[in-house]
């Protein structure tokens, strides 16, 4: 069975860091692009990184450059976000998601991790 | 504000079609395929539509999708209670570098 398993979500000040994680499994995870989209509270789906298969190429939204890197694992089956400088309008339940093969979309996605930027 | 535009809010009775729309750019829309997606708040959204119009495997074919220009829509037929949710269309855009998603259209069915 294909599975996203999303981790690391928590309650941070602003300004602080946090560090997700997401764990595939029941596919080759090496084949496939990967993305973090989100959702803040009350708000629509965001997406906000993506990293090609082998990890050459990413993109960002432009309110995270520069705050957020995302990286993988491929030997791990697993994606993060390093979440630096947050912010409150970075609360968000974050979800990693899939991209399928060949403009297939985002064909799979994790039940998502909750991050509140606070104090 | 969501470089996708989509209705805030959609309604029908059970049994009836509706339609929501997405409206973009040359950059995205206009350029790349569009994707329709279901989402029930704290659940994983799910692909109901890619590649404009295909419906993967297990995706009744109630659910439908075209695209003409830089717009597109999701349409719904045989209206079922379950079928509320939030639809989200969403586009690879070519000017960002990212994908961009619609603000989101709710669905009630009355």
């Known amino acids: 069975e294909v599975q996203l398993v999303e981790s690391g979500g928590g309650l941070v000040q602003p300004g602080g860091s946090l560090r997700l994680s997401c764990a595939a499994s029941?596919?080759?995870?090496?084949?496939?692009?990967m993305s973090w989209v989100r959702q803040a509270p009350g708000k629509g789906l965001e997406w906000v990184a993506n990293?090609?298969?082998?990890?050459?190429?990413?993109h960002y939204v432009d309110s995270v450059k520069g705050r957020f890197t995302i990286s993988r694992d491929n030997a791990k089956n697993s994606m993060y976000l390093q979440m630096n400088s947050l912010r409150a309008e970075d609360t968000a339940v974050y979800y990693c998601?899939?991209?399928?093969?060949?403009?297939?979309?985002?064909?799979?996605w994790g039940q998502g991790t909750l991050v509140t930027v606070s104090s | 504000q969501s470089v996708l535009t989509q209705s805030p809010s959609a309604s029908g009775t059970p049994g009836q079609r509706v339609t929501i729309s997405c409206s973009g750019s040359?950059?995205?829309?206009?350029?790349?395929?569009v994707f329709w997606y279901r989402h029930l708040p704290g659940t994983a959204p799910k692909l109901l539509i890619y590649?404009?119009?295909q419906r993967p495997s297990g995706v009744p074919d109630r659910f439908s999708g075209s695209k003409s220009g830089t717009s597109a829509s999701l349409a719904i037929s045989g209206l079922r209670s379950e079928d509320e949710a939030d639809y989200y269309c969403?586009?690879?855009?070519?000017?960002?570098?990212?994908?961009?998603f619609g603000g989101g259209t709710k669905l009630t069915v009355l």
């Open positions: 990293i090609k298969k082998e990890g050459s190429e990413k």
């Open positions: 969403a586009a690879w855009d070519g000017s960002l570098s990212g994908w961009v």
């Open positions: 590649m404009n119009h």
């Open positions: 998601a899939r991209e399928g093969w060949e403009s297939s979309g985002f064909d799979c």
């Open positions: 040359s950059s995205n829309i206009g350029s790349n395929f």
């Open positions: 029941g596919f080759t995870f090496s084949t496939y692009w």
